[in-house]
């Protein structure tokens, strides 16, 4: 059973501060890696994706990899209360169409 | 046309009654993908295409549901007999990957489907 795993939250985080938040997967064959947003009642929208080890940096949002340890993470700083959402992970194999999803992390940002 | 469009956004329909949904992906994306979500989940995986062909439909959470995509543009998603339990956000993503790792899928707004 291929699986990604995330903490349910809610992670609460002062406005202005990093908020830092983490996936783990399953199946060592996994190659894209992406994290989504979804606020209440919307569709997921995508944040980053990531393919290497490492980190990815795209405005306030860094994506991190590390293969080896099976994780993933997201760090957004500067939050702001706009950043309030669930944030979701997702995760395929290459030559997979299929992306595993994790149940998401509710972050809420306190002004 | 800026992104995936799903129509209608709402439905409301009685236990029993058959229901249609229906997703414009974003133009030349050749992939297109319908997702499940309920409350507190991440989606679920239903089906998906590239260009009019079904590559995977074992996913499809029982008979009651078909989808097409007759001329590898719009697809539509069917529920026949609705039950209550199907109540749930379905969704609909598009993607076009230069090569499999990179196939990044873009969501539309999703129908939200009330089975009463």
């Known amino acids: 059973q291929k699986e990604v795993e995330q903490n349910s939250g809610p992670l609460s985080v002062p406005e202005g501060a990093i908020a830092s938040l983490n996936c783990t997967y399953s199946d060592r064959g996994s190659q894209s890696f992406f994290w989504y947003r979804q606020y209440s009642g919307k569709s997921p929208e995508l944040i980053m994706s990531?393919?290497s080890n490492g980190d990815k940096e795209d405005g306030r949002f860094t994506a991190q990899l590390n293969k080896a340890s099976q994780y993933v993470s997201l760090l957004i700083r500067d939050s702001q209360p706009s950043d309030s959402a669930t944030y979701l992970c997702?995760?395929?194999?290459?030559?997979?169409?299929?992306?595993?999803w994790g149940a998401g992390t509710k972050l809420i940002i306190k002004p | 046309d800026t992104g995936v469009s799903q129509d209608p956004r709402h439905k409301i329909t009685k236990r029993g009654q058959n229901v249609t949904f229906r997703c414009d992906p974003i133009?030349?994306?050749?992939?297109l993908y319908w997702y499940r979500q309920t409350l507190g989940q991440g989606p679920e995986f239903l089906t998906y295409f590239q260009n009019e062909a079904q590559l995977e439909k074992s996913r499809l959470l029982s008979d009651r549901f078909s989808a097409e995509r007759p001329k590898g543009s719009f697809s539509t998603l069917e529920i026949q007999r609705t039950e209550q339990g199907d109540s749930a956000m379905y969704l609909c993503?598009?993607?076009?990957?230069?090569?499999?790792?990179?196939?990044?899928?873009?969501f539309g707004p999703g129908t939200r489907l009330t089975v009463l």
């Open positions: 997702a995760v395929s194999m290459d030559s997979n169409y299929q992306l595993i």
């Open positions: 990531i393919y």
């Open positions: 133009s030349e994306h050749n992939r």
């Open positions: 993503a598009s993607s076009s990957p230069r090569t499999v790792s990179t196939d990044t899928q873009y």
